[in-house]
């Protein structure tokens, strides 16, 4: 087997926060302690601030510390919403209450968001998704999650209107019942299975804003989720998030 390329050395960056990390991890810091400023990491390691700036915001995305404005970065509990898919698309999860702000509850926080959606002409990736002609209109959803007020996920969904046009599920938002599953029973379509697949990539410049992200090294675990009724898509959506926020939990049933 033929050698892969050499590994690049660390930043200097990198360096330092993983010296921090180590820290932590040791107990010289403590749940709730002030780390070094940047003030002091530019003293103690002789990097410029721009340097000490990024090794902190390597520690903030991995859920390590928190800026409290003001006050300096602190050590905080590392308390992860858990996304379990055991009773996540059951028929009676559905009609309780929204997935998102359930996982919250879960985990101390209290959950929210914000939300748009428009008629769009299907994108040729979106069309192949929903089994539709590119072009053909689709209600596209756009959502930015928080917990204790804090960005922690983005999403964005796809429907067919040719499905929900006119319907009293139209937008996804206005309607009286929640979630896909419950949506589509509303209008007679009953969702048979959803398909997930979860990569991780490089979070984009702009994801990396709206998540409150380091500006360079984020990485994020990114789903793309289809519901079918049978072997028809009546939804597709692209979900993205910090993996120091989430915990993915997958219950997967023995055949046979």
């Known amino acids: 087997m033929e050698p892969g390329p050499p590994s690049r ?10 010296d921090l990390r180590e820290q932590i991890l040791r107990g010289e810091y403590r749940e709730g302690d002030r780390l070094p400023g940047e003030n002091s990491i530019m003293r103690t390691y002789g990097v410029a601030r721009v340097t000490a700036r990024d090794a902190l915001a390597v520690l903030r995305h991995e859920g390590l510390a928190a800026s409290r404005p003001g006050a300096g970065i602190f050590v905080q509990p590392r308390t ?10 059951s028929r009676t999860h559905a009609a309780s209450s929204s997935p998102f702000r359930s996982d919250a509850v879960q985990a101390g926080q209290h959950g929210g968001w914000e ?22 209109q689709v209600m596209q959803t756009t959502y930015r999650y928080f917990a204790d007020d804090r960005p922690i996920q983005l999403s964005e969904s796809w429907e067919p209107l040719a499905l929900t046009g006119g319907t009293p599920i139209e937008r996804p938002e206005d ?34 804003k709206k998540l409150d992200l380091p500006a360079r090294g984020a990485y994020v675990l990114s789903i793309e989720r289809t519901h079918y009724v049978e072997d028809r898509p009546v939804e597709t959506c692209d979900i993205v998030f910090p993996g120091d926020r989430y915990e993915l939990t997958y219950t997967i049933p023995v055949q046979g």
């Open 115 to 136: 939300h748009k959606s428009e008629a769009v002409s299907a994108s040729p990736e979106v069309a192949r998704r929903l089994d539709i002609d590119s072009g053909q």
């Open 9 to 18: 050395p660390p930043h200097r960056y990198e360096e330092i926060a993983s």
């Open 175 to 208: 309607g009286a019942a929640i979630g896909v599953i419950a949506r589509m029973d509303h209008i007679g379509h009953h969702v048979t299975r959803v398909v997930e697949r979860v990569t991780a990539r490089a979070a984009t410049r702009d994801e990396a």
């Open 80 to 89: 992860r919403i858990v996304r379990d898919t055991t009773s996540r698309y």
